[in-house]
């Protein structure tokens, strides 16, 4: 019992450290900005327009991440095929490649014949949609974990029967599958809203940080740390990280659990 006792007491400690580290972050953070910072940030155009932005590309980011997401997830849950492995790996390559070599990739990718095609029609590059690309590019990955996931956890068993009943494999899909993964979708699409929203190495490297053209919010730090303007940019810090925790405790309050995203 006694030993019991000591290792518990040793998990407890190693936890409440790393809270503490934490919690300090964010002591820290909050103490060094005022409510009159706050304020004069946020009624700056250019932050109100980089908040703007970042609702605007997070939201679409999240919508593009779902409607990949839950098609693939579904594949790689239900099925198995030649090069599944390979596939499986790619998808993990956007969650573990450093963000900078990320948006170098995207970058490069749109100096490519077929890039500067879609350059022509639509321009990308440096410009608002590059921001959505970038933050998509990432936030998908995790998007389709989850849904993978969610996927895993859900019987194919009524699907089956569904399917001995008459039913084609799509509708057994929209009738039984997707109703009950709707609780995944809402992780994942919480997910993909809060690493969109945090996104910053593609961007920077793939759109740039124009003031009132390509700034989001993360960018916005950058410019007003790069400008000795600390105090607004403990301010937009502030506000990202209230926004990071209500997305974070929406998905644990009403998401998919254990998915090991979450």
């Given amino acids: 019992m006694h030993c019991d006792r000591l290792f518990l ?21 909050g103490s060094f900005t005022s409510p009159v910072y706050l304020v004069r ?10 908040f703007r932005l970042s609702l605007i590309s997070c939201t679409l980011s ?45 970058l490069i990718l749109f100096q490519t014949p077929p890039g500067r095609a879609i350059e022509r029609v639509v321009p990308v590059t440096f410009a608002v949609p590059s921001v959505v690309l970038a933050q998509f590019s990432v936030a998908c990955a995790f998007a389709v974990r989850t849904m993978r996931v969610t996927f895993d956890q859900i019987s194919p068993r009524s699907e089956e029967v569904a399917m001995t009943l008459g039913c084609s494999r ?36 793939f759109s740039g940080a124009t003031r009132m053209r390509t700034e989001v919010l993360p960018t916005t730090v950058f410019l007003e740390l790069s400008i000795g303007n600390i105090e607004a ?4 810090s502030l506000v990202m990280v209230v926004a990071a925790m209500v997305v974070l405790l929406l998905a644990r309050a009403f998401g998919l659990r254990g998915t ?3």
């Fill in 9 to 29: 007491a040793g998990l407890a400690t190693l936890l409440g450290t790393y809270v503490l580290l934490i919690a300090a972050l964010l002591v820290a953070l």
């Fill in 41 to 50: 940030a946020l009624s700056s155009p250019e932050i109100q327009y980089a």
């Fill in 62 to 106: 999240t919508l593009l991440s779902l409607w990949i997401a839950v098609p693939a997830g579904y594949l790689l849950s239900r099925f198995g095929f030649r090069g599944k492995n390979l596939v499986d790996t790619l998808l993990d390559v956007p969650i573990v490649l450093p963000p900078l070599v990320l948006g170098l990739a995207l």
């Fill in 170 to 205: 799509a509708q057994a899909f929209w009738m039984i599958a997707f109703p009950e993964a709707r609780r995944g979708m809402l992780t994942a699409a919480t997910l993909a809203w809060a690493r969109s929203l945090g996104e910053f190495g593609p961007i920077l490297v």
């Fill in 233 to 236: 940019a403990a301010a937009v």
């Fill in 260 to 262: 090991g995203l979450i």
